[in-house]
């Protein structure tokens, strides 16, 4: 996915490049491109990729998606492109049509719960939920005693506790006090919140491998621009090794995270291959985000550290992106799990299944 | 973007998962029949020429060569099946790995014909086993410092001087070789050596067997006196061995031999914790299960791109980098893991002894066929940093 091939990635690179270059972006302090660059990705229907024509979207694949988020990661795109992309698969699998404008999902943490009462009114408190203060709608997993349910709410209707995660994005407290919903409809059979947490484990993990992209390549640059003690820091072998464990961390989260879109994109069911593969995704791409930044940083020197240098946009998005959707600690304890359930014959063949 | 790494999600065809039952069925006879054990990686006896035949006949090895020569014309991916499968099942393989995968293919693209014809089917029968002959004592990773002279007389040359770290060289019908007919120029220090295919088992070959920390002895010293190899062993250019070596390092460093090494290890911790472990062990399992997904999806990745005929050099350093270390670092971090396995876990026994080995082989892995440095210092020059 590193060169665009599709009509979908060419547009969203397009805008990126004219709307949220990250230096111009790094230089605004009053958050002026943030207007242009929703209206213009709306424009081209992109928030709603996943939603079908019929349901008020723009029907692009699974895989043209992902390949959207990981350009968004190359990015580091701080508008709720990935959320509202989100929130609209979720409701088109209950066949609800998605409204206009922003939208975030929840909850956002595989603990948190949202459920209905007899009234119909959805009650819960998700932590951590990207960009609610932004969104004008949640699409919300209900968790129910009979399965599932997806229900659209007027972001109004909640209690917004703002905070901002370490990539100083916002990511809210939700406290939903008996809501009507605007819809609600039950979820597909085998459709639960473990399935939207690994969904949206795998946006993250695209957007933190094209971050890491991103990192490698204005490292690389900036080793060969920079000079210390009468040559290119480039020229230098432990700078050279750094590097290179950099492009391995890169091309393994890259790899990863991929993969595991290829394998939701043609998945008839999330069965325990799709679960290794996305959960897998999670885990290598938040490790690799915290060893891959530390090194981008390493070779930036103090430059890297001021708000003034990009870097950041990428270090510290791909860190907090990490603890969406459940951390990597949460789906190595979950995929631990379920390998020790299949037993140890049961292994190698999970994994030579893919 | 600088680096344009890509690892497309390449897929095995239908075709591979048939071949795959045949692989496991086949091994599962042999382990049934007692030709090897595969819970012992540390066996004293790793050369099983039986074996070795045996898997000529299922038509395994050659897989991807042209029929002419006893190939099948199977694909890439076909062999990583195969490859990986007799790895995991810690198959006696080195009787014809090293042939399998790399010396074959040299011969094909270097050799004479009538050379070709003779060596090649015999291979793919299980027959023969090779070794290569790049270190020596004063030359490891600085492949172009060789010095074993090859010295031009009647009809071909005579060879002198000392090939060290050998592997299988003690058991090994041939070896592909490195040798100096010139000296390096000025413009070019990489000038001078030769490939060449060489006989061995004969008068003026001499194998020193050298004991490894593991205490096994899998490679050795071999000295060459005056030994002669004919015009016709040349392989490739005189003095070019150096335009030769680099294309076929993309298919020495991206199998999955380069990160299942000590897999085994973290099979049986996995048996040892039982179908409910602790948080702890859970998240151990979890994570090193993710990093070996990754590195197979990758590998597998490459080996798409070799049967799609590019030649990934820097993408198969890359898998080779962080495989060896995955490989190196997981009996340590399995050890970590079992420290609070119950005492009553019927395989603790197990682990323990295979923990033992891998323990002590893992110093290795990121030093055959190409280290941690060299590997990182052909991904730094794909950066442009060279």
Known sequence: ?354 | MTAALRFDPIRLPEKCEQLRKEVRAFLAEEIAAGTFDPHKPNREDTDAPEFSRRVGAKGWLGMTWPKKYGGQERSFLERYVVTEEMRVANAPTRRFFVADRQSGPVLIKYAPEHIKMDILPRICRGEICFAIGMSEPNSGSDLFAAKTRATKTDGGYLINGTKIWTSSAHIADYMIAIFRTSQPTKENRRHGLTQFLVKMKQPGIQVNPIGQITGQYEFNEVVFTDFFVPDDHVLGEVDGAWKQATSELAYERSGPERFLETYYVLTELVRAVGPNPDTRSAEGIGRLVAQLHTMRRMSVSVAGMLQAGKEPVVEASIVKDIGTVWEQQLPHRVRDLAAFVEETATNRETLERQLDFAIKTAPKLTIQGGTTEVLRGIIARGLGLR
């Open chain 1, 1 to 354: 996915m590193a060169e665009s091939d599709n009509i979908v990635v060419e547009t969203a690179e397009k805008i990126f490049a004219d709307l949220a270059d990250p230096q111009t972006v790094n230089n605004d302090k009053k958050d002026s491109w943030q207007a242009p660059l929703w209206q213009a990705l709306s424009e081209a229907g992109l928030p709603l990729a996943w939603v079908p024509d019929d349901l008020g979207g723009s029907g692009a694949s699974l895989a043209d998606g992902f390949a959207l988020l990981n350009a968004a990661g190359r990015f580091a795109v701080a508008v709720p492109l990935a959320e509202t992309m989100l929130a609209g698969w979720l409701l088109a699998q209950a066949k609800i049509a998605s409204p206009e404008g922003e939208m975030t999902v929840l909850p956002a943490s595989p603990k948190d719960r949202i459920t209905r009462d007899a009234d119909g009114a959805l009650s819960g408190r998700a932590r951590g939920v990207p960009f609610a203060k932004a969104a004008r709608h949640f699409a919300v997993l209900v968790h129910g005693k009979d399965g599932a349910s997806i229900a659209l709410v007027d972001a109004s209707k909640g209690r917004i506790e703002t905070g901002l995660n370490v990539g100083y994005d916002h990511s809210d407290t939700v406290t939903l006090d008996k809501v009507q919903p605007v819809a609600i409809k039950p979820a597909p059979s085998g459709f639960d919140q473990t399935t939207m947490m690994l969904m949206g484990g795998v946006a993250r993990s695209l957007q933190i491998a094209g971050a890491l992209e991103s990192m490698l390549d204005i490292s690389v640059r900036y080793s060969n621009e920079r000079v210390a003690f009468e040559k290119k820091i480039s020229k230098f072998q432990a700078v050279q090794h750094n590097l290179a464990r950099l492009a391995g961390e890169s091309a393994a989260a890259l790899a990863a995270a991929t993969s595991a879109a290829d394998a939701i994109a043609n998945a008839k069911s999330f069965d325990d291959a799709v679960y290794l593969e996305a959960a897998s995704a999670k885990i290598r791409c938040a490790e690799a985000a915290e060893k891959g930044g530390a090194i981008a940083h390493q070779v930036h020197g103090a430059i890297g550290f001021t708000l003034e240098h990009i870097l950041h946009r990428y270090s510290l998005r791909a860190l907090a992106w990490r603890d969406d959707f459940g951390s990597e600690s949460h789906w190595a304890v979950e995929l631990g799990k379920l390998v020790a359930n299949r037993g140890a014959d049961e292994l190698w063949p999970l994994v030579a299944s893919r």
